[in-house]
Nanobody
């Protein structure tokens, strides 16, 4: 099995920064795309950022220029550096990863448990 464990959420004021981490562990052959989604109360889960195994990135328009996604393939970890946070960034942030597992080397989609980010005005 595979676990994704997130950390780094918390309560900050508008304009401040946070860094989220998500480490994958377990039966892993390789990891394709990794990403972050978020869900605010009463809203649907939305894409924040995604990064491929080769480092290509994509961001939601609402976070471009403020958030940076990165990964450490040796540690099976993805990060989300969030700067200039706004109250509208308040949400539960979930990481996910497309993980190729032995013995059949099929790809499965895994999710973390979520970490709360709250930005006060």
């Amino acid at each position: 099995q595979v676990q994704l464990v997130e950390s780094g959420g918390g309560l900050v004021q508008a304009g401040e920064s946070l860094r989220l981490s998500c480490a994958a562990s377990g039966s892993i052959f390789s990891i394709n795309a990794m990403g972050w989604r978020r869900q605010a109360p009463g809203k649907q889960r939305e894409l924040v950022a995604v990064i491929t195994s080769k480092g290509s990135t994509n961001y939601a328009d609402s976070v471009k220029g403020r958030f940076t996604i990165s990964r450490d393939n040796a540690k099976n970890t993805v990060y989300l550096q969030m700067n200039s946070l706004k109250p509208e960034d308040t949400a539960v942030y979930f990481c996910n990863a497309e993980i190729v597992q032995p013995p059949l080397f099929r790809e499965y989609d895994y999710w973390g448990q979520g970490t709360q980010v709250t930005v006060s005005s």
